[in-house]
């Protein structure tokens, strides 16, 4: 039985544990000699049934906390296989941190799926969970000498070359050179590469009674049904309030003037897979009528019953100023 772990996603992979239903792809891609010669503990020829060997091994050894060899799955299929082995105490694996808890990672990607960056987005993600959830302060690696797609992997993951050796390899028949990799938290968490920054400007619509508008994010969009302010991302070379100004005719079909934009405060907020920058601005003036230009939902709401409408989280810690301010 597989043992139980809560699978690792990445942008584009889930990295989970093998089930025996892997053994026959994963067969089929280790036993490739461009694949199998890169490998220390793979032999070749791949006999059909160290697959299945291979897959109760790591359930054992998983549920042992020994070690943490997992399937990489991309879009449902799988692509590879990514693990990570701790040092045993005293064991002074080549490589191995001289103190600490450190675990030794190697990882594969069947030849359909070279090229895509995969390798260092599983190895990536795996080293850092383990980092944070077994708590290493180490994380080594070796890749063959002549391997340097291998190599440019772990220095992309933030590994830093620790020295030269000679490892057996079982596909090569005996021991090959390798360059050593290391590195802890700090070197892995420097690596990851930073979110992009998404400007996007909003405005709280203010009318004479004091009630705030609000616009239902549509189906079919990120967050759909959550309530935002309205506006949105600021055009490369617009400003935030050129933004607004195009945005609210768009949207609301109304004329603002800059004049008439306060700015009033601004979120800053890490989405998944942005960063989210949005000045929020007050305005009280405009021309026209407000009409949802875009089939949303609208809606006219008194700053105390803001926090009954769900809202994007950026927009949380803004509800409470407006509600404080207003
Ligand atoms: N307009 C607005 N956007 C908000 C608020 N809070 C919040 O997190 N956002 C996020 C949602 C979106 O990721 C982004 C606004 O971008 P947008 O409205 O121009 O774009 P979108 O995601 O709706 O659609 P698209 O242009 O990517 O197709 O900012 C808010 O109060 N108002």
Redesign the pocket.
């Known amino acids: 039985m597989p043992p139980d772990f809560t699978p690792l996603r990445t942008a584009r992979l889930i990295l989970r544990p093998l089930a025996l239903e892997d053994a026959a792809p994963l067969h089929r891609l280790v036993n490739d000699w461009e694949v199998a010669k890169t490998l220390a503990r793979v032999p070749f020829p791949y006999p059909r049934e160290l697959a299945d060997e291979w897959i109760a091994s790591t359930w054992v050894q998983m549920a042992e906390g020994e070690a943490w060899h997992l399937a990489i799955e991309a879009a449902g299929t799988l692509v590879g296989c990514v693990g990570l082995t701790l040092d045993r105490p005293g064991g002074g694996q080549p490589g191995g941190p001289p103190g600490g808890k450190g675990a030794e990672l190697g990882y594969w990607v069947g030849r359909p799926s070279w090229g895509q960056g995969l390798a260092p987005e599983a190895a990536g993600a795996l080293s850092r969970w383990a980092i944070e959830s077994l708590g290493l302060s180490t994380i080594h690696a070796s890749a063959l000498r002549d391997n340097l797609r291998s190599q440019a992997v772990l220095r992309r993951i933030g590994l830093q070359p620790a020295g030269e050796a000679m490892q057996p390899f079982l596909s090569r028949g005996g021991p090959m050179p390798v360059l050593l990799f290391r590195g802890g938290k700090a070197e892995l968490q420097a690596a990851v590469p930073p979110k992009p920054v998404?400007l996007?400007?909003?405005v709280a619509l203010i009318d004479p009674d004091g009630r705030i508008l609000l616009?239902q994010?549509p189906p079919g969009?990120?967050?759909a049904g959550?309530?935002?302010?309205?506006?949105?991302?600021v055009d490369p070379g617009e400003t935030p309030e050129r933004a607004l100004i195009r945005?609210l005719k768009e949207e609301l079909d109304i004329d603002v003037t800059e004049a008439c934009l306060g700015p009033f405060t601004f979120?800053s907020?890490a989405?998944e897979k942005?960063h989210?920058l949005?000045p929020?601005y007050l305005c009280r003036r405009w021309g026209g009528q407000v009409r949802g230009m875009e089939g949303q939902t609208l809606a006219w709401v008194r700053p105390q019953k803001l926090a009954e409408y769900p809202?994007?989280?950026?927009?949380v810690p803004?509800v409470a100023m407006l509600r404080d301010f207003l």
């Open positions: 998404v996007v400007a909003a616009a994010r969009k990120p967050m959550l309530w935002e302010f309205p506006g949105g991302k945005e979120a907020h989405y942005f989210l949005m929020l809202m994007p989280p950026a927009d803004l």
